[in-house]
């Protein structure tokens, strides 16, 4: 059984380029979050993600990100015009349903040059 | 207040100590609980889910307690291979929200 797959692992963008960073879920999972994290600081939730449906998308920053988890295809999570700051790791997780166990996928770290 | 807090540590103990780590959550809403471990650089692992009648895997015992709002994780006889960081998550409507981890190292 693949566990939550991620690519690229490693991202190197220019500033104000893009930057697409992909997961695929466990097979028969529908529940798909984006956490970030910068060096030694803790998780921090970007977005939540069912088939087709953003449910929340409180911790994304306002402009420049945006997510989606089409019906088919790995989840995306998009980041426009990118900064220095945005440099960090990014890591997927997915569960079979609310409230249940997460899965995480290696992670994408992204670096801005 | 966070809504997960944890003592960030660093916890510094020989092999074959016992060592314990505390978390609180501030919403009493709060659904399901576990405990991940995350070693340097690398993603977060799922060690054990917490229930309120306590939960036992090998060396690693956790606990909750729902009237306190915090749980805990024990480590019996600790292995240099346990050094790594602990993440206490609670699930809270749709989000995992995670503290910040506590550090843990074993020595020889």
């Known amino acids: 059984n693949a566990g939550v797959m991620q690519n690229p692992r490693h991202l190197v963008r220019r500033r104000g380029q893009e930057a697409r960073l992909r997961c695929s879920p466990v097979?028969?999972?529908?529940?798909v979050y984006w956490y970030r994290q910068l060096p030694e600081e803790g998780l921090k939730f970007m977005v939540y993600?069912?088939?087709?449906?953003?449910?929340?998308e409180s911790g994304m920053p306002k402009e420049r990100f945006s997510a989606e988890f089409p019906k088919e295809g790995p989840s995306i999570l998009r980041i426009q015009q990118v900064v220095r700051g945005d440099s960090a790791a990014y890591f997927c997780a997915s569960a079979r349903a609310l409230s249940t166990e997460a899965f995480f996928g290696q992670g994408t770290r992204l670096t801005v040059v | 207040r966070k809504e997960v807090e944890q003592d960030p540590g660093p916890f510094n103990v020989p092999e074959g100590a016992t060592v314990a780590f505390n978390c609180t959550y501030s919403?009493?809403?709060?659904?399901?609980f576990f405990w991940y471990r995350q070693d340097c650089r690398k993603e977060p692992k799922l060690l054990m889910s917490?229930?309120?009648s306590g939960n036992e895997d090998g060396r690693f015992t956790a606990q909750l307690n729902r009237a306190s709002q915090y749980i805990s994780l024990l480590i019996r006889d600790s292995k240099l291979s346990d050094s790594a960081t602990y993440l206490c998550?609670?699930?809270?409507?749709?989000?995992?929200?995670f503290g910040t981890g506590t550090r843990l190292q074993v020595f020889p």
């Open positions: 097979k028969g999972h529908s529940h």
């Open positions: 998550v609670v699930t809270y409507t749709d989000k995992l929200i």
């Open positions: 919403n009493s809403a709060s659904q399901s």
């Open positions: 993600l069912q088939k087709e449906n953003i449910i929340d």
């Open positions: 917490v229930y309120s």
